[in-house]
């Protein structure tokens, strides 16, 4: 089991958002994740319309021991909040744990021992942590091997985050174990020139610890709240829910992480709405009618029949050599992408891990090739050149995502 804790001294940064929709996103992508509530608060339960007043046992009644009363285990404690998405859930009962425990011997592990004992259940845990760095955080430093630092993009955030980052390299010490710690932006605008600055500045400073996923300010993650439901169920439409997703497929590795960022090339609005007519115009081509690619014969046509082939336009040409093929049992993608360093596939046949899959860069300048054994079926694929996501400007089948962007589609058989 992988545990990732959520920390951060100051409030209202998002760590309850971030670890219900880290949680509910890490066990859509077919995960059993365990999310544990560790402040008295008691969010994680509102913000998933777990009734208050029907929880009888919490993470305190698993963290005593024997000489405390009647332990419990973290089984007869959860309330499943959908498929693969368990709750460990607290009230203001735990506000006492520090008091209680602060002499106790093995005070600091108690929830380890108690998450011990369902790492054989889930394959990730999750914790919320207090805005405070007392004995229940130490407890979760203790219990995980990594901390997510969620940090407002505003400017009293930044300005205590240096001493929040020293204070954890102090507790990381002192509980003796390597814990990885990453600074995750959340509630970006992009809008406001302030947040782009701060976002720069994180980078800046915080170079090898702030991740790659960003989680922007979006009403629907609020709304979500409002109604006791993760971003997973409420809106996965939503730019909230594409962000999480993001996050939680960056802590499972497959974002290309060791990439350099680039910065795209910006376009002016009306390039924007020009762009955006010409791919739903590609998707109303494609809905009309969806051709599965056929074979292409491997044999070298004579020089007769070359001869009697009437010419054919550039267009043609590069729409024969760009784009995608079966040639046997491979598929051959071909593309063109002037400027490009590094050209990567992500797809339903790679788990949508471009690292997995690199282009090889052809003879002439700006051509990436790459060779696919693939079977009979449908895929769905997109590029990823120099870290920006697009669509195979060779194929035109193409379909919408469930983030509202379009995917390129692929039949082979």
């Not at 804790?5 to 958002?17: D, P, S």
């Not at 009888?56 to 909040?81: C, F, K, M, N």
């Not at 004995?135 to 001493?163: C, I, K």
């Not at 010490?173 to 701060?198: G, H, S």
Request: a neutral charge; proline letters at 6%; hydrophobic letters at 40%.
């Amino acid at each position: 089991m992988r545990t990732v804790a959520i920390i951060n001294q100051k409030g209202g940064c998002g760590k309850t958002t971030t670890s219900i929709n880290l949680a509910a996103c890490l066990a859509r992508l077919g995960h059993k994740t365990l999310l544990v509530d560790l402040d008295p608060q008691g969010h994680c339960g509102v913000g998933l319309a777990v009734p208050e007043e029907q929880i009888e046992r919490t993470i305190y009644d698993a963290l005593i021991q024997d000489s405390d009363g009647q332990p419990v285990s973290i089984p007869q404690i959860v309330w499943q909040i959908a498929s693969d998405f368990d709750l460990a859930p607290a009230n203001i009962k735990l506000a006492a744990f520090e008091q209680v425990f602060a002499s106790r011997p093995g005070r600091e592990d108690r929830l380890l021992e108690a998450l011990s004992t369902v790492a054989q259940t889930y394959q990730w845990c999750i914790i919320d942590c207090p805005p405070s760095l007392g004995l229940l955080t130490f407890n979760a430093l203790r219990a995980t091997d990594e901390v997510v630092v969620p940090v407002e993009t505003g400017f009293f955030s930044l300005h205590g985050l240096a001493r929040m980052m020293e204070t954890l390299d102090e507790l990381r010490q002192l509980v003796q174990k390597d814990v990885r710690v990453r600074i995750l932006p959340t509630l970006y605008d992009t809008r406001t020139k302030l947040a782009r600055e701060i976002l720069q500045e994180l980078h800046g400073k915080f170079r090898d610890c702030v991740m790659q996923s960003t989680i922007n300010f979006n009403t629907k993650l609020k709304e979500a709240a409002s109604f006791g439901q993760p971003i997973t169920e409420y809106d996965p439409g939503s730019r909230g829910y594409k962000d999480f997703v993001n996050l939680a497929r960056e802590l499972m590795g497959h974002r290309p992480l060791e990439l350099e960022p680039v910065q795209p090339q910006k376009l002016s609005r009306p390039a924007e709405l020009v762009q955006r007519a010409k791919q739903l115009a590609q998707l109303t081509n494609f809905q009309f009618g969806r051709n599965t690619i056929a074979p292409v014969a491997e044999s070298t046509e004579s020089s007769e029949a070359v001869a009697a082939t009437p010419a054919k336009s550039t267009r043609q040409k590069l729409q024969e050599f760009y784009g995608v093929k079966c040639l046997g049992d491979a598929v051959v993608f071909s593309a063109k992408f002037e400027q490009a360093h590094q050209v990567m596939i992500a797809g339903d046949f790679n788990n949508w891990s471009p690292v997995a899959t690199p282009m090889a860069a052809g003879a002439r300048p700006g051509d990436w090739r790459m060779r696919l054994p693939l079977r009979p079926g449908r895929y769905r694929y997109r590029f990823v050149v120099d870290g920006r996501w697009t669509t195979d400007p060779h194929n035109q089948c193409i379909e919408v995502n469930q983030f509202g962007e379009f995917d390129n589609v692929v039949e082979v058989g």
